[in-house]
């Protein structure tokens, strides 16, 4: 299938043109419009997931990050994987656009600069991402025509909201302005995303689909939603148990290498630091209502002799 930015050898008829491509020649019945409605309040509730409207407001720690990163990859490389096995599949054959969409290659990069060079030795797949790829591999094995609603729910994301995470993800880690860590954003082979979007969804509507499978596809994009937000949610619950470890220079975050039980912050959470770690000794300390309240107490006299300097 040629690219819809590059000139086939077919001649300058064949050419694909953005511009042809008009939102306001849709019909409600149009594959995009029922996406676009059957999927508003799964997608209003996604963007409301905590760990979205904390990326939103620059409350990202590198480290959790990263575990997104990883999770994406796994993600994308399952959804490119049934993609490219249905390629010639009429059920999703015109939506087929490695060049402009596939990540994979870009989430490695990512990964590569976050990692280093042994990246693919020091990430795994969670729970919550493993079950999103298992559905993604049972639909392109088993209901291709399904895929649609994967790949929609993914890069019409990425080429929309996705562009305002790169800007956040890029000035609240300090990554490079080189672009290093934030490849998955960058769909150099696409030149004007919007157009773009108009073009995939023209082409989502000139499927020849029924009315079953429309709504298959809008349900199988709810699903797509649902897995995506299982992901932020156990992302979310990593990032508080990261918030109570110092980032800089204090207890250092456990890198996933080895076992778990000798990192002594996961040993205490645990119940299986030895009786005489000092961190657990201290922990359990600072647990204590007596320590509590004189700790509680010190700060209190801290704060007020802050506030009179400041006066």
Not at 12 to 29: F, G, R
Not at 77 to 92: C, I, W
């Amino acid at each position: 299938m040629p690219s819809a930015l590059e000139s086939p050898e077919g001649g300058e008829d064949d050419i694909l043109h953005y511009e042809e491509i008009e939102d306001d020649a849709v019909s409600p019945m149009d594959l995009s419009e029922l996406l676009k409605e059957g999927t508003k309040e799964s997608h209003d509730r996604a963007e409301n997931t905590q760990f979205v409207k904390d990326f939103l407001k620059g409350r990202i720690k590198k480290e959790l990050f990263k575990l997104a990163t990883v999770a994406l990859y796994f993600t994308y490389s399952a959804l490119e994987e049934e993609m490219d096995h249905n390629k010639d599949n009429p059920v999703f054959a015109p939506l087929y656009f490695p060049v402009e969409l596939h990540r994979r290659e870009a989430l490695a990069k990512d990964l590569k600069y976050f990692y280093g060079e042994d990246w693919k030795e020091k990430i795994q797949c969670s729970e919550a991402t493993q079950q999103y790829v298992d559905r993604i591999h049972h639909v392109g094995q088993h209901e291709p025509e399904l895929l649609v609603a994967h790949a929609y729910t993914r890069y019409m994301g990425d080429l929309s909201g996705g562009q305002v995470l790169k800007k956040v993800a890029q000035r609240a880690l300090k990554l490079p302005s080189t672009e290093e860590g934030i490849q998955f954003y960058m769909f150099d082979n696409i030149s004007n995303a919007q157009q773009f979007k108009q073009l995939y969804r023209a082409r989502m509507n000139a499927l020849d689909l029924d009315k079953n499978t429309k709504e298959r596809i809008v349900e199988e994009a709810n699903k797509a939603f649902r897995f995506n937000m299982q992901v932020f949610d156990e992302l979310d619950k990593i990032g508080r148990s990261l918030g109570e470890e110092a980032q800089d220079g204090g207890f250092p975050v456990h890198d996933g290498k080895g076992d778990i039980r000798k990192c002594p912050y996961y040993a205490d959470k645990l119940g299986t630091a030895s009786p005489g770690c000092p961190f657990q000794a201290a922990v359990g300390l600072a647990r204590q209502p007596l320590v509590q309240l004189v700790l509680a107490a010190c700060m209190a006299v801290a704060a007020g002799a802050a506030a009179w300097y400041i006066l």
